[in-house]
């Protein structure tokens, strides 16, 4: 078989079987996929393109990459018996993409995937990649542990971090430093475009959670509470990790879990109203999973009262308008409707999806609350929002010297300690651990900050990080912010860490 080989990423499919692939110089073209081997939208392919003789342009996914370029006049002198080597240098050679791994025998396409023992997000991706897969999506993860220890870089991030880019996308670039420098702020990238009418949806990467937050700065940014204000919850590190991957795992599929039908797609950013949809299937899809796991009820309680309680925490000054974004992620009457379902272990995720979809179209809010110019609140939603606030939060400033504030305190010190211990060892992410921990840290507890994380200070990267930290509030506020706002590519990014060309 003859052919110009071809790196590129498929980002969309046609009605009538083709898919749309996105070349490294930026070009598309329609290629249509021979064999019993599909490509899944997102993923980043190898492959050798032939012409049928209507000039269709049409390549065969083979077996294993070798295989693959074996078809034509290509030598390949392979590196030892490791394929994971092998894969790696015949991706570089063909791709320049440096640490792309390709797994051998799923077919020739680049896949990047984390590779760590991560154990919170190795359990969110055994629980919705194998449906992804089924989806046709790619789920192109992040792995945020590597990412939080590693010096931050351009190129690094690019051909190491940045999966289904072989175009070289500078918004999709641009969207990953912004969310890095503002705290690793979990998120799902998605790549929206239309071609010849159609709006194809491809996942750019996703961001599964923030390492250096814990389970307190999980609440805290859940609910938009203040730094005057501590969260009182029982939810562990690993639980606030669990939740938070299955979440954006679920929202990298959701608009497959929307569609009308077969090869249909829904574009969740169409409106409010759709994004809103698509955060209240990926909230229920999270609980059930965690829950149909053996998660505990208690955590997925205090998580729906933590969104319920944004509408206290995250109301405009006229105390009746809820801020940007807040509307569009208040998934708590959904994830309350989760609660009462009956999903036992071995729940196939194709169950847990179509369940969400379902409780999403019924209890997610009507059209009608995103046509204002304003999302206004009404006076129930304000009182629950306060009662929530006062179940699962404490004004610091009004119980100062409190037994219960002392409550708070140990165990903010105690989740703290946790990160700390888990951090120390590597210079790098205990300094971004510096960086970062403070955002949720409260006003009233940062003197335990400090206290807890003073040793952390005599590595000598520290300075380099933490001396541009100027405003903690200013940078919390950002990270606020990043939530509601499009992304802005010439955005000027005051904090964190310079990245190296």
Known sequence: MKGEI??????????????????????????????????????????????????????????????????????????????????????????????????????????????????????????????????????????????????????????????????????????????????????????????TGNREISVNFVLPY?????????????SRMDLGTAPRIDMSISEARRLSSARTLALAIAHKALSAGAGMQADVTQSPRAAHLANCIADAAAVLAFLADGGRRQAVEEYAALKESSFFFGVAEDAETARPGVLVEATHN???????????????????????????KKHAFGVRRFEQDAERLTNEELDAGAEAANRIAIDLRDHSGEPVVLECAEAYRD?????????????????????????????AFSAIFEEETAHLSEDAYAPTVSQMIADRSMLADRLRRARSRPAVEDDVIEFAEPFAP
């Open 210 to 222: 923030s390492p250096f937050a814990g389970a307190h700065g999980f609440a805290r940014e859940a």
């Open 415 to 443: 989740e703290l300690r946790a990160l700390v211990d888990e951090y120390e060892g590597d210079p790098i992410a205990s300094t971004r651990l510096q960086t970062f921990g403070q955002l949720h840290a409260p006003h």
């Open 6 to 195: 071809t790196v590129g990423t498929v980002r969309g499919t046609r009605n009538d079987g083709r898919h749309v692939l996105v070349r490294r110089d930026g070009t598309t073209m329609d290629v249509r996929f021979e064999g019993p081997i599909k490509p899944l939208v997102g993923a980043d392919v190898i492959g050798r393109i032939s012409y049928s003789r209507v000039g269709e342009a049409v390549m065969t996914l083979k077996p294993s990459l070798s295989e693959a370029l074996l078809e034509g006049n290509a030598r390949i002198m392979t590196a030892g018996s490791n394929p994971d080597l092998t894969a790696r240098m015949l991706a570089k050679m063909l791709a320049r993409s440096k640490s792309a791994t390709i797994a051998p025998g799923v077919g020739s396409s680049i896949r990047r995937s984390p590779t760590s023992a991560d154990p919170d997000l190795s359990w969110a991706l055994s629980k919705f990649g194998p449906e992804a897969d089924r989806l046709r999506v790619a789920l192109n993860v992040i792995d945020v542990q590597k990412v939080a220890r590693s010096i931050w870089q351009n190129s690094d991030l690019r051909d190491g971090s940045l999966p289904a880019d072989i175009e070289g996308s500078q918004r999709s670039m641009n969207e990953l430093v912004r969310l890095l420098r503002s705290g690793f702020h979990p998120a799902c990238s998605r790549a929206i475009e239309t071609y």
């Open 334 to 360: 959904v994830m309350k409707a989760a609660l009462e379902e009956r999903m036992g272990e071995g729940t196939s995720m194709r169950a847990i999806l179509s369940t969400s979809a379902r409780l999403a």
